[in-house]
């Protein structure tokens, strides 16, 4: 890649994990104005991150993969613009990029059924023991478990936002009873998507499939501990593709371990890339998946052409999905 003009700005684009981001928009369209450049890897240390940012004015953001606090914030004197897939991340301080007059501009039109589909997926997977099953095939072995039947299985939603509709809508075709809670949620809300809504306590009870989908704040983190966990049948499975910090990680590793609940299939994790010696990557009752929720060539198209819209918007003074 050539260097930048003398007047042109330098954009970043992080943790680029499948080497993809470049083709899924027209990033020249921004030249001579702007450079972009891509990078793959993902780079935890904040003084790292600070010295490879330090010379360029935006950011794109690829969901959480690089938290972006006020500490880093502060050492990048020529940052002038964050971007985002999507309309929210909790991994951005929105308040310290205002305080800097930073720019914060995300992506419209997020595709639910995407995260929705692969829920299902896990749901299917861990049910039918495909992580277990997969493994002996590719071994030289055969038939190893007994996989469970879906109808007439309750599934328990926490949470029933636009994801946890979707997932409603599924469990229908599977003839599943769903039930679900969450601590805005109505009894009418819920009839309306043919949900019955329980107490939170009973929601971990009656599961026998439970899926989580609230979003992560300072009011969801660790709201499903050692007390929730062990209200779950031990026959119960629990499915996380919300976000990992939503579950004591410390308490599911305690429950998988124990047997106080069946298995959990899980697509989001409180550190991401998962460490190399992390338990959730040997236990035999996990599916793990690499936060693929979102990770779709739909979603992709539409999220990187945005922000290549973003940017030409921004760059003629006139932002466009501005967040916060």
Do not use: C
Not at 39 to 50: C, E, K, M, P, Y
């Amino acid at each position: 890649m050539s260097s930048p003009m003398p007047d042109s700005i330098k954009i970043a684009v992080l943790d680029d994990y499948q080497h993809n981001a470049e083709s899924f928009a027209n990033w020249s369209s921004l030249e001579p104005a702007a450079k972009t450049v891509f990078f793959h890897d993902n780079v935890s240390d904040i003084n790292q991150l600070a010295t490879r940012l330090e010379p360029f004015s935006a950011v794109v953001l690829i969901r959480e993969r690089t938290r972006f606090g006020a500490g880093l914030i502060g050492r990048l004197p020529n940052l002038k613009l964050i971007l985002n897939i999507g309309m929210h991340n909790a991994a951005i301080d929105l308040e310290a990029a205002k305080t800097r007059n930073i720019v914060v501009s995300g992506t419209e039109g997020t595709d639910f059924d995407a995260t929705a589909v692969l829920t299902w997926a896990l749901v299917l997977g861990i049910t039918r023991n495909l992580y277990s099953e997969t493994a002996s095939v590719r071994a030289g072995g055969w038939q190893v478990g007994i996989g469970t039947d879906l109808p007439g299985k309750t599934l328990g939603l926490f949470g029933l936002g636009r994801i946890g509709q979707v997932m409603a809508r599924y469990a229908a075709a599977f003839r599943m009873p769903v039930i679900a809670w969450s601590q805005n949620l109505t009894a009418d809300k819920a009839a309306q998507h043919g949900v019955e809504l329980v107490a939170k306590d009973d929601l971990f009870r009656r599961a026998d499939i439970l899926s989580i989908h609230v979003r992560l704040s300072d009011r969801t983190r660790s709201l499903i501990g050692e007390h929730e966990l062990t209200l779950m049948k031990p026959t119960a499975y629990l499915v996380n593709t919300s976000r990992g910090p939503i579950v004591s990680e410390a308490a599911l590793i305690a429950a998988l371990q124990t047997g106080k609940i069946k298995a959990a299939a899980l697509d989001v994790f409180d550190r991401e890339p998962l460490p190399p010696d992390h338990p959730f990557r040997f236990l035999p009752n996990v599916l793990a998946t690499p936060h693929i929720g979102y990770v779709t060539e739909g979603t992709y198209g539409q999220a990187f052409q945005q922000i290549v819209e973003n940017i030409a918007a921004w760059l003629e003074g006139k932002p466009r999905r501005v967040m916060g």
